[in-house]
Nanobody, 124 residues
Framework: QVRVVESGGGLVQAGASLRLSCTAS????????LGWFRQAPGKERDFVAG??????STYYADSVKGRFSISRDENTAYLQMNSLIPEDTANYYC???????????????????WGQGTQVTVSS
């Protein structure tokens, strides 16, 4: 059974940092491209950052560029979030997709395996 688990969310003040982690079982993690998405109440699920399956390419939404950093190793994906602002408040999801090459997919429909999410709340 495939299972994706995110962790590391929490309640922080503006300006703080958090590091989210994503692990998976029941599949070969290293052959999947990874994406982080977020969804605030009443809003659509938005792309945040992605990394290619080899880890040689990354891409960020403009809203987080320069503040967030995505990385991965053989078993875990990370989203380092610095200089958090209240607008970053959302449920953050890790998504896996069999996307080859260095192109980063930014649409939720391009990923086929999702975790349940971890809540990030940034107070002003």
């Amino acid at each position: 059974q495939v299972r994706v688990v995110e962790s590391g969310g929490g309640l922080v003040q503006a300006g703080a940092s958090l590091r989210l982690s994503c692990t998976a079982s029941g599949l070969t993690f290293s052959v999947y491209a990874l994406g982080w998405f977020r969804q605030a109440p009443g809003k659509e699920r938005d792309f945040v950052a992605g990394v290619s399956w080899r880890g040689d390419s990354t891409y960020y939404a403009d809203s987080v560029k320069g503040r967030f950093s995505i990385s991965r190793d053989e078993n875990t994906a990370y989203l380092q979030m610095n200089s958090l602002i209240p607008e970053d408040t959302a449920n953050y999801y890790c998504a896996l997709g069999k996307i080859w090459g260095r192109t980063i997919a930014t649409l939720p429909t391009e990923y086929d395996t999702w975790g349940q999410g971890t809540q990030v709340t940034v107070s002003s």
